[in-house]
């Protein structure tokens, strides 16, 4: 049995239903606070087999319950607070869930005697680019407590690794984005900061803003790398293939190598709704690199991952979303 925890929230939901297709059993680790009960509810519709544990990784207890009751193999840890800005103004909150949380879920993993895990990081922890496209050996110096947070676990899992034999994959993410094709889940934050449900959300007639478009890049808007979450969900099953296969730890970067701007990205969305959407510039955001995108090669030949997606078909699926789900939002 594989434990997912997050798996309530955007990405691991989406992992889960990745997981559930391969003929994985599903233990879901999740306390609610931003993963959501109707998520589980349609996982379960899907699968009725999925275990699921309301729990936080603060508590000990509750993650102990969890191994005394299911026989785990392995586990892929989504859990996690992910607001760069909320991390600015509550580092105490970001390190205690993030890293000291994880550090109690490793000690539990270590006192049963599992010794896998997928963990999900991050682009954050790189900061500032130095060059880009990005590779895994970019320096990792964080820019604020939510890159830190994970970049704390990345080194703590490699002790562990000397320490214990823990074997984990870390895997770091660009920029999230779509939903599942059938639209039976999807991107559910609250509040939502995102870019591409931001500019859904202003469809309606409301106003998309744009943070700033005087950085040094082609039109003056910020460029990211935008990979797809079924994608990226694809991605952590060949992990943990990669995990069974060869019982080593390594790092791998997911997303597209293609960097879009703010602007390339509203003129895509404009185009696949078939609709002009409001837009103005305002000030920039703090601490927004200009450019990040990936160099994703490690993960195209070591894990034999492809991202089949485009922009354009993320952002289809969270309007199908958006639109289908709009009680919920
Ligand atoms: N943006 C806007 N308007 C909006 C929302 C976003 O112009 O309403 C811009 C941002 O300024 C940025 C780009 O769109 O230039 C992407 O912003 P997102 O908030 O969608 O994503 P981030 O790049 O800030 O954050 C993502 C992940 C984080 C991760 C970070 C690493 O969501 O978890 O990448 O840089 F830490």
């Known amino acids: ?50 275990e699921f544990v309301k729990g936080d990784l603060r508590n000990t207890e509750d993650i102990e319950k969890v191994f005394r009751q299911f026989k785990i193999d392995a586990v892929i840890h989504f859990a996690a607070y992910a607001l760069v800005g909320e991390s600015v103004e509550n580092p105490s909150k970001y390190y205690r869930n993030n890293t000291f949380g994880t ?28 060059y880009t496209p990005i590779d895994e050996n970019h320096v990792q110096k964080p ?6 947070s994970k970049l704390m676990v990345e080194r703590i899992l490699d002790d562990f690794d000397k320490a214990y034999g823990l ?4 895997l770091r993410y660009f920029n999230v984005a779509g939903c599942d094709e059938k639209g039976r889940i999807g991107e559910w934050h609250n509040p939502e900061t995102h870019l591409i449900p931001n500019i ?19 039109d003056g808007t910020c460029i990211r790398d935008y990979v797809n979450v079924e994608d990226l969900a694809q991605a952590h099953r060949l992990a943990l293939i990669y995990l069974e296969n060869e019982n080593k730890s390594d790092v791998f970067n997911l997303g597209t190598e293609k960097g879009d701007s703010v602007k390339y990205v509203f003129e895509t969305c404009e185009k696949v709704l078939n609709k002009k959407i409001n837009v103005e510039i305002v000030e920039r955001r703090p601490g927004d690199p ?10 195209q030949t070591v894990l034999n991952w492809h ?11 969270a309007y199908k979303w958006e639109v289908s789900n709009v009680q919920y939002i």
């Open 1 to 50: 049995m594989i434990l997912v925890t997050g798996g309530a929230g955007y990405i691991g939901s989406h992992t889960v239903i990745n997981l559930i297709n391969a003929g994985y059993k599903i233990c879901i680790f999740d306390n609610l606070e931003n993963g959501h009960i109707e998520t589980i509810n349609v996982l379960k519709s899907i699968e009725n087999d999925i």
């Open 103 to 130: 550090l109690n879920l490793l000690d539990v993993m270590i006192k049963y005697n599992v010794k896998k895990i997928v963990f999900s990081s991050t682009c954050a922890t790189y900061g500032e680019p130095a």
């Open 143 to 148: 820019i604020n407590p939510y890159g830190a």
């Open 167 to 170: 074997k984990s994959i870390k």
């Open 200 to 218: 859904l959300k202003a469809a309606d007639g409301k106003v998309f803003k744009i943070f700033g478009n005087d950085y040094n890049t082609p």
């Open 290 to 299: 200009a450019i990040l995108y990936a160099n994703s090669k490690k993960a």
């Open 307 to 317: 991202t089949e997606r485009t922009l354009a078909d993320s952002i289809s699926t």
